[in-house]
């Protein structure tokens, strides 16, 4: 069994009493896995690869739409709303096929490696033809972004995703004809046919109350118990979609779900913005995640969700750069504080601990990857190392290692990222995707055409 060590300048590191920031640290890998870790253990030893900087856990983006990098800019001009945002969205979802959106997915989870993300949750509902026609391969779509993931170097939860009415049970729009199996059954059959990988593992979601009638709302929920995998459904991101769910069944979304077996410790509800205080209740009582996406809540005009109050009422919290408006870690990690905030007025809503482990630990966990997140023996070799000597780290002693990643640095800041023990990002470089800007300008390039 082939070792390597690594030795890290300094780590971000579990303890009973909380993660602390350790120096000269030791990180032993063999087979994918952290075998060994042991700080203070003098300088890099011949034979170790030297990762100056400060170590983290590989960070989890729990909740991605790949295709919607495609957007970033042109949505930004002028004014709207989140429906007028979703016009755009349409027209870009209608251009691509496997072959471009493996490209364009490929591009971005480079992107995301270089921002330290070392795994993803694809929320995808792209699965058929444009107009509705099918693939010799039923899952093509999915098979080309599992690919990607492959080709980026990070790992992937694809979270196929359910998409079968326009709202409230209305046929699927033109642009929708390709997200929809026609009902749950064939979704279920159709998703039933991927396979898990070595760096891939395989989840569902409910698009949105409004994009699977209720009734079948359950078949998703019992695939997802059967398959012992992971469950994603946007929530009340929009107050238009409360309105309309109260006069299709008179109660708010959250209630829909739970009263449909969607609720639980293995779904995360991603947004959660628009809440009574019934539906906290509800999603508390069940131990529901809650992935918030606040770079792409704050572009979109969302509002600010109840997070510290979920999280208070026991909800675990997770991240997610969503429409890729921001591919950061680091800046969702802090908007989730800054936002609160700007809300109450008050400073000191989570601890930079708090927040770090929102990004990996919890995130990873929601992920379907619990043995992800961690330094420590026996968890996954998946990190992170960022500079401490930017423009932007540089200051802070680095007993405040925690504080200077999540209210400092940004995804200009990772040098190092490695997944699976394998070496992914070195010196601000992607080893896989040699040059990344110019992948993503090119396959951007070729959609707008």
Request: charge should be negative.
């Amino acid at each position: 069994m082939s070792v390597t060590t690594y030795w890290a300048e300094y780590a971000w590191l579990p303890h009973v009493n909380g993660p602390a920031v350790e120096r000269d640290v030791l990180i032993s890998v063999a087979d994918g896995r952290i075998t060994a870790v042991a700080p203070d253990s003098g300088p890099c030893p011949p034979g170790a690869v030297r990762l100056t900087g400060l170590l983290l856990p590989g960070q989890a983006n729990a909740h991605s739409h790949a295709f919607h990098r495609a957007l970033r800019g042109s949505v930004q001009v002028g004014s709207g709303t989140f429906w007028t945002w979703r016009d755009t969205m349409y027209r870009f979802a209608g251009a691509l096929d496997p072959d471009s959106y493996l490209a364009l997915a490929t591009a971005v989870y480079a992107e995301m490696a270089l921002a330290g993300i070392t795994s993803v949750g694809e929320f995808h509902y792209l699965h058929h033809a444009p107009g509705g026609g099918r693939y010799a391969d039923p899952n093509a779509m999915g098979h080309a972004l599992i690919e990607a993931a492959a080709r980026a170097g990070i790992r992937i939860t694809l979270l196929d995703t359910c998409y079968l009415s326009s709202g409230f049970g209305a046929e699927p729009t033109r642009h929708q004809l390709r997200f929809s199996d026609g009902d749950s059954d064939a979704w279920a059959e159709r998703v039933s046919a991927l396979k898990p990988a070595e760096h891939a593992r395989i989840g569902a979601a409910v698009h949105s109350v409004r994009a699977v009638p209720a009734a079948q709302l359950s078949t998703v929920a019992q695939w997802a118990t059967a398959a012992d995998a992971q469950l994603h459904v946007h929530l009340s991101e929009q107050t238009a979609e409360n309105d309309a769910c109260l006069t299709a069944h008179g109660v708010t979304p959250t209630r829909l779900l739970a009263d449909h077996g969607v609720l639980g410790p293995r779904t995360s509800a991603v947004h959660a913005t628009h809440l009574t205080d019934q539906d906290i209740q509800l999603l508390s009582d069940s131990s529901t995640n809650i992935c918030m996406c606040p770079t792409t809540e704050r572009d979109l005009a969302d509002g600010i969700g109840p997070a510290r109050r979920l999280a208070g009422a026991g909800c675990p919290i997770t991240l997610g750069s969503d429409s890729h408006a921001v591919i950061d870690p680091f800046e969702e990690a802090r908007a989730l504080e800054l936002d609160e905030r700007l809300r109450t007025r008050t400073r000191g809503h989570w601890t930079a601990n708090a927040l770090l482990r929102a990004g990996s630990e919890d995130g990873h966990a929601s992920l379907g990857w619990p043995e992800a997140g961690r330094i420590e023996a026996g968890a996954l070799a998946d990190f992170t190392v960022l500079a401490l000597d930017s423009v932007r780290t540089a200051g802070p002693p680095p007993e405040l290692g925690a504080e200077t990643a999540v209210f400092a640095a940004s995804a200009a800041d990772v040098r190092h990222v490695v997944v699976g023990g394998r070496h992914i990002v070195k010196d601000g470089h992607h080893q896989l995707v040699p040059d990344v800007a110019t992948a993503l300008s090119t396959t951007i390039a070729a959609l707008r055409s």
